[in-house]
């Protein structure tokens, strides 16, 4: 396993609900993650994805607004957000 791969490793098998997951069933959530950085205030989901994703904040911290550029939420280190797929709300990437 790669040095980013086994720091993913240790990241996510501490993380509830993926701290009750066996050592096997973590290895193998890892070997099939798809890592993906985020530049400051930047928008998510990337223009044209339709996916339902779900997100693990590794590093910096997450702001998410409603259309009227409420704040309705903030997600930091070791935060899970599923909510960035609803097209109807802007997502901002903070540092």
């Known amino acids: 396993m790669s040095n980013d791969l086994s720091e993913v490793h240790d990241f996510i098998r501490v993380i509830p609900p993926f701290d009750t997951l ?42 998410y607004f409603g259309n009227d550029n409420e704040l309705l939420s903030k997600y930091g280190e070791g935060d899970l957000c599923s909510v960035f797929y609803c097209r109807m709300k802007m997502l901002k990437f903070l540092l």
């Open 22 to 63: 066996s050592e096997e069933q973590i290895s193998r959530l890892t070997r099939n993650i798809y890592i993906q950085y985020v530049a400051s205030n930047s928008s998510l989901p990337p223009e044209g994805d339709q996916k339902a994703v779900l997100y693990f904040i590794r590093k910096g911290a997450l702001a």
